[in-house]
């Protein structure tokens, strides 16, 4: 066995440390921000795919939002984080990833079995509030 050695320098140790440390605390959702993401990608999937028969709500969609999370305005920065209101320096990395797997697994399903699924999920959307029928 060969084994090389090389000299870390402590700062360099104590910065990468402080990196890994502050990612983990940055990656954690809440668990109502995790549920009230996953409800609103999953609703956005069911649009996204057409589900015949389902439209956005909007108003249902903050209200839970806010039931979830606390008020409005935290709802309002979810929906921001993961609609089309992207903006870099508001935010937060582990709800773009949060919203792709969930994203995935919707899409996965809808197009395996639009019919099952669309009724399953957009069914479950109206329950929440997130969509209606038309």
Same mark, same amino acid.
């Given at each position: 066995?060969? !084994?090389?050695?090389?000299?870390?320098?402590?700062?360099?140790?104590?910065?990468?440390? +402080?990196?890994?440390?502050?990612?983990a605390?940055? @990656?954690?959702?809440? *668990?109502?921000?995790?549920?009230?993401?996953?409800?609103?990608?999953?609703a956005?999937?069911v649009?996204?795919? !057409?589900?015949?028969?389902?439209?956005?709500?909007?108003?249902?969609?903050?209200q839970?939002? @806010?039931?979830?999370?606390?008020?409005?305005e935290? @709802? +309002?920065?979810?929906?921001?984080a993961?609609?089309?209101?992207?903006?870099?320096?508001?935010?937060?990395?582990?709800?773009?990833?949060?919203a792709?797997?969930?994203?995935?697994?919707v899409?996965t399903?809808?197009? !395996?079995?639009?019919? !099952?699924?669309?009724?399953?999920?957009g *069914?479950?959307?109206?329950?929440r509030?997130?969509?209606?029928?038309?």
């Open positions: 066995m060969i !084994r090389l050695r090389k000299k870390i320098k402590l700062p360099a140790v104590a910065m990468l440390a +402080m990196i890994v440390s502050g990612s605390r940055a @990656a954690a959702l809440s *668990d109502a921000e995790a549920t009230f993401l996953d409800q609103l990608v999953t956005s999937v649009l996204e795919q !057409r589900c015949d028969g389902y439209e956005v709500d909007g108003a249902g969609g903050v839970l939002g @806010a039931r979830l999370l606390g008020s409005p935290a @709802a +309002m920065a979810m929906i921001d993961y609609g089309e209101s992207y903006d870099p320096g508001k935010f937060r990395p582990e709800v773009s990833d949060a792709g797997k969930t994203f995935r697994r899409r399903d809808l197009i !395996r079995n639009p019919q !099952r699924a669309c009724a399953d999920y *069914d479950a959307g109206v329950d509030g997130l969509l209606r029928r038309y």
